[in-house]
């Protein structure tokens, strides 16, 4: 029988703290950090099924992570894991703050390029007019269309582009403040 880490349902999902499971302590890190354990970065698997199980829950109440250690040697070494997922998370949580910054700041400069090009494209069109020659209204209704198709990347922006970020942002602010508990040491 398949063993089963995660979770069934939506209301399974909700139901209860994110689990995660780890063979050893060091799997909890990233194997290629040469640095000591205790600074190591999470291993990437396991600080993806975290945050991508925190955007799943969706409400805005406090996260718990419950870690459990299959080889069961964990003592003592809690403040590592507990000191790794909130640094990781906090440094995320600073990364979608800044790549939300940079996107509404390069929104706002596609917005002003966007509404200078279907101005001045809209005027040319209307410059040449509806003519009775074929060229010369292809070229009108070209220039129309080209200006807005200009306005496309900023509409993708400030329409589609930001709330999957902000929703990353908001699931690491909540990682980075949760209540971490090892089930089978003490509670922290």
Request: glycine fraction near 6%; include cysteine; proline fraction near 6%.
């Amino acid at each position: 029988m398949e063993q089963r880490n995660w979770p069934r349902s939506h209301d399974e999902l909700q139901d209860g703290p994110i689990q995660v499971r780890v063979a050893t302590v060091e799997q909890f890190f990233n194997p290629m950090d040469p640095t000591p354990l205790d600074e190591r970065s999470l291993n990437p698997e396991v600080a993806d099924w975290i945050e991508e199980w925190a955007e799943d829950l969706g409400k805005d109440q406090p996260i718990t992570l419950e870690v459990y250690v299959g080889d069961g040697k964990i003592a003592g070494r809690e403040d590592i894991i507990l000191m790794g997922l909130h640094h990781h998370f906090e440094y995320r949580q600073w990364q979608s703050s800044r790549q939300l910054s940079k996107l509404w700041r390069e929104g706002r400069i596609s917005l002003v390029i966007g509404l200078v090009t279907i101005a001045l494209l809209n005027a040319a069109a209307h410059a040449i007019g509806s003519s009775k020659n074929p060229v010369l209204e292809v070229v009108s209704q070209g220039l129309a269309v080209v200006g807005w198709v200009s306005m496309w990347k900023p509409l993708e922006t400030f329409l589609y582009d930001w709330w999957p970020i902000r929703r990353e942002l908001r699931a690491c602010r909540r990682l980075a403040e949760a209540t971490v508990t090892f089930p089978f040491t003490a509670s922290r």
